[in-house]
């Protein structure tokens, strides 16, 4: 079975990119992060533990790693992009605050099969998807409800 080291390497090869100990460095603290995370928090967590990758080069290998699929990018709106791993990841769909940005993991069966049958239906080769739904949290909602109520 692939490494996501391995995944890296061949990829950096296959496009003519140069192997780097900080490209690999920032793919070593992806695959340590527990969920979503953005990218100036990934390069802050990497200098706090003393290393000497840049901004720049944390922010082109995440580029990287989404182009080769080890990394997904989720846009939230105002809140910009967040990342999380992909690889050794089940896939799985959003739901993002548009508020606060808080994001939310679900697997749903039922959306994941209509869409292989639209998908099937349109004569359409199904070969990924991204399904992100946009909303309040129950926490921001709660705020907002609570600041309206203060007003009156």
Do not use: W
């Not at 992806?30 to 969920?35: A, F, L």
């Not at 049958?117 to 949290?137: D, K, P, T, W, Y």
């Amino acid at each position: 079975m692939p490494t996501a080291e391995q995944e890296l390497k061949d990829y950096l090869r296959q496009e003519g990119y140069r192997l780097t100990p900080e490209r690999f460095e920032v793919l070593d603290a992806v695959m340590t992060e527990p969920g979503h995370f953005e990218a100036d928090d990934l390069f802050l967590h990497l200098k706090e533990n003393g290393s000497k990758v840049s901004r720049a080069t944390v922010y082109k290998t995440l580029q990287i790693l989404e182009e080769c699929d080890l990394v997904y990018r989720q846009r939230v709106g105002k809140h910009g992009s967040r990342y999380e791993k992909a690889f050794g990841r089940p896939h799985h769909d959003h739901l993002i605050c548009i508020h606060c940005g808080k994001i939310v993991e679900f697997i749903d069966p039922v959306i994941e099969d209509r869409q292989k049958n639209i998908a099937r239906l349109h004569e359409f080769e199904f070969v990924s998807h991204s399904h992100q739904l946009f909303g309040l949290c129950s926490d921001c909602r709660s705020k907002k409800r609570n600041k309206q109520n203060t007003l009156i």
